[in-house]
């Protein structure tokens, strides 16, 4: 076979491969996007039937939370960014986590900061990461919250690196170890409160 046309069929077929893995990505990227948007819904129609009411006005972010085989779904309402994506916020604080069971997405969890979940399906092997643990091997995605809906802003693999690297002088933060069901503090705490339990008031107002 003539050389040239032996390189040329090598190159277009890396060059078929290339594009079909590039639009695999893209296709992979677009599902993503939709079910963390489904997610979200699902959500946010579970916290207004358990409570009563919508979720709060003060949340506005959303992060999804989708391992790699998509067994389960974590969503974490917060209120400013929590650092993985740029800067964290510095009035940062985690409002509501949701905890979605795959492939039939059931709301399995609704969980505030440092209390007991408010939702619980019994004995079901959910998805759930819990309070300040996110998975290792999946993808993050985040949404902004404009005029009462979430609208998806950007996606990346997920990697406390992101955080570490965003928000250096934030290492050596001290971290909280009073018990999830602690309860809150007098609004504002007194400085002798804040002293007995540095990183605490940060992370449950």
Same mark, same amino acid.
């Given at each position: #076979?003539? #050389?040239?046309?032996?390189a040329a069929?090598?190159?277009?077929?890396?060059?078929l /491969?290339?594009?079909?893995? !590039? !639009?695999?990505?893209?296709?992979?990227?677009?599902e993503?996007?939709?079910?963390?948007?489904?997610?979200?819904?699902?959500?946010?129609?579970k916290?207004?039937h358990?409570t009563?009411?919508?979720?709060?006005?003060?949340?506005?972010?959303?992060?999804? @939370?989708a391992?790699?085989?998509?067994k389960g779904?974590?969503?974490?309402? %917060?209120?400013?960014?929590?650092? %993985?994506?740029?800067k964290?916020?510095t009035?940062?604080?985690?409002? #509501?986590?949701? /905890?979605?069971?795959?492939?039939?997405m059931?709301?399995?969890?609704?969980?505030?900061? #440092? @209390?007991?979940? +408010?939702?619980?399906?019994? $004995?079901?092997?959910?998805f759930?990461? $819990?309070?300040?643990? &996110?998975?290792?091997?999946?993808?993050?995605?985040?949404?902004s919250?404009?005029?009462?809906r979430? @609208?998806?802003?950007? *996606? !990346?693999?997920?990697? *406390?690196?992101? @955080?570490?690297?965003?928000?250096? &002088?934030?290492?050596?933060?001290?971290r909280?170890?009073?018990p999830?069901? %602690?309860? !809150?503090?007098?609004t504002?705490? %007194?400085p002798?409160?804040?002293? &007995?339990?540095?990183?605490?008031?940060?992370? +449950?107002q």
């Amino acid at each position: #076979m003539n #050389m040239r046309l032996l390189a040329a069929l090598v190159f277009g077929l890396i060059s078929l /491969s290339a594009g079909t893995s !590039q !639009q695999a990505k893209l296709v992979h990227a677009h599902e993503l996007r939709s079910l963390g948007g489904r997610a979200i819904g699902l959500c946010l129609e579970k916290i207004k039937h358990v409570t009563d009411k919508p979720l709060s006005t003060k949340a506005d972010r959303a992060y999804v @939370y989708a391992d790699n085989n998509l067994k389960g779904i974590s969503v974490i309402f %917060t209120h400013g960014g929590w650092g %993985t994506f740029g800067k964290r916020s510095t009035d940062y604080y985690e409002v #509501m986590g949701c /905890s979605i069971l795959r492939p039939s997405m059931e709301v399995v969890v609704l969980d505030r900061p #440092m @209390y007991n979940p +408010i939702f619980y399906a019994p $004995g079901a092997d959910y998805f759930y990461f $819990g309070k300040g643990s &996110k998975p290792t091997h999946s993808m993050e995605l985040w949404y902004s919250r404009e005029l009462g809906r979430f @609208y998806f802003v950007s *996606m !990346q693999r997920f990697s *406390m690196g992101n @955080y570490y690297r965003n928000n250096p &002088k934030l290492n050596n933060k001290p971290r909280c170890s009073l018990p999830r069901n %602690t309860p !809150q503090p007098a609004t504002p705490p %007194t400085p002798a409160w804040i002293k &007995k339990h540095p990183g605490c008031y940060s992370e +449950i107002q």
